[in-house]
């Protein structure tokens, strides 16, 4: 069986070596850059999940770093949430190459079409033909294979840039900046370097601005910038699906998609070796739909708030750090808000909105 995988980001290269070890596939890669790792889209933190829980071998010599918490700062107030070895800052570059080792990759091609061939699919690319039994839309937030397949989507693009820079700062937390409607972080990468960036409608001078308010100067070594879609899309149409940032498997209040991406590469890949195929949508949405639209709608509902509000919840958050240190999931961000909803429900507004939120879910 042909299978082709549009995009060799970490979710086409992860699937692709689900696939090829079972070795009854044939598995081809297409990736319209020169090579894997190439351009840096991601802030590169990751949970350390993605290496508990990862199919294949994912090599620990990619962690530059582990993160035992984060600071969380509003106006020039700040509060820490302590998590020991929650989650590491990756070489992204480098976790991709790992990925895509051993694969059949076809470099430098860019799809640009399809057609249906009998119960087959004929792919264009820029450097020729293929057919596919299968075919995998794996290329990121502005996927073409989403786009010329015709699925339906509805979808909102948020813009983001980040500076590696030379900045020395506490080695082991996270600080993020809450700047309605969204948020900067400072990552730190090693003793001397950090990756400082924000999500934002103007992102570049609002990181520029960013860096000038904390007074930060520090020689840039890289400037990285990438897209986030945040929504729902369909995500299969017969024998053409998608996965990752194509398939909007992302979280919406943090915008990291790589978790989301392998847990759903994983059901994709059971699903075409046992020939149960039309089951993928409704399987990863059983797994992550719900989280998906309570972070949609806590969202929604931040995007509201006023700025007595936000700092009525946020000084709530402060007092109450420990619910946070206790239940909180990287990756699954409900069930800190569920505990915090009835923690707080009789007392404030976050509670109230937290709970209507999460009841008003139901996937």
Known sequence: MKVIIVGAGPIGCYLAQLLKKKNIFDVKVIEEHSELGRPVHCAGLVSRNVFQDAKVHLNQKVILNTIDGAEIFFNKESFKIRKKTIAFVINRERFDQILGEGLDISFNSRFIGLERDRNKILIETDK?????????????????????????????????????????????????????????????????????????????????????????????????????????????????????????QVKPLTQGGIYYGMRCAEILADCIIKKRSSEYEARWHRRFAREIQIGLKIRKAYLKLNDEDLERIFYLLKRNRFILEKFGDFENHSRVFSILAKFLKKNNLLGRMLLNIIKSTYI
């Open 128 to 248: 020729g033909e293929y057919l596919a039994d299968i075919l995998i839309g794996a290329d990121g937030a502005n996927s073409m294979v989403r786009k010329l397949a015709c699925f339906d989507e509805d979808i909102e693009y948020l813009k983001g840039v980040q500076f590696r820079i030379k900045y020395k700062m506490n080695k082991n937390f996270v600080q993020v900046y809450l700047k309605k409607p969204f948020f900067a972080w400072i990552i730190p990468e090693s003793k001397e370097v950090s990756r400082i960036g924000i999500i934002s409608y103007n992102p570049y001078q609002d990181l520029l601005d960013f860096l000038k308010e904390k007074e930060i100067d520090g020689t840039i070594l890289e400037k990285f910038a990438g897209i986030v879609p945040l929504g729902t899309c369909q995500t299969q149409k017969d024998n053409i699906f998608l996965v990752g940032d194509a398939a909007c």
